[in-house]
Each structure stands twice: as C-alpha cells, then as structure tokens.
C-alpha cells in the first residue's frame, strides 16, 4: 500500500525511461502520495512513524524528480510543484 524509497525510485526511473509525458504522471505522483500515506494512518493501515520515515524519503526523491525536470528543460511549472 505504501512503497519503500527503492521501489518508488524504480518506477521514476522507467517512467523517465519509458513513458512520453512522464513528467505530468510523475509529478501527479508526488502531488498525490503524502496524501495517501496520511490516508493510510487515518484508515490505521500504516503507523505514524513508518509514515514519518515515507515522506522523509518522499522528500528525497522529490528534490532527484525535481533536479530531473529542471535539467531536462520541461515545463516550470511541474518542477515548482515540486
């Protein structure tokens, strides 16, 4: 329900890879997962520190996907969501 800093990388990473519009889904994903993992401790479906730990791992990954989209020279606007 939640992944581990690896797993989440993985699937960034063959999304860059693969994908065409990447960085609308990209973003889109890290748009989206602090809410779910805060849904995931309300539901009682995950503990508050294993979700500390996510979303300071979230935050990691966040800035390499951020430090992507600039690099890359795609839309301002997705990398300042981020």
Same mark, same amino acid.
């Given at each position: ?9 993985? #699937? &960034?990473?063959?999304? #860059? ?8 889904? !990209?973003?889109? %994903? #890290?748009?989206? =997962? ?6 995931? &401790? ?9 979700? &500390? ?7 990691? =990954? ?6 992507? %989209? !600039? ?10 969501? =981020?």
């Amino acid at each position: 329900m939640a992944p581990d800093a690896a797993t989440l990388q993985d #699937f &960034v990473d063959r999304m #860059f890879d693969s994908d065409i519009h990447y960085e609308y889904r !990209v973003t889109a %994903l #890290f748009l989206i =997962l602090p809410e779910w993992l805060r849904y995931l &401790v309300d539901q009682q479906l995950l503990d508050e520190t294993q979700c &500390v730990k996510l979303e300071a791992d979230l935050r990691t =990954l966040r800035a390499r996907v951020k430090k992507r %989209l !600039v690099d890359a020279d795609w839309d301002a606007a997705l990398a300042a969501m =981020l």
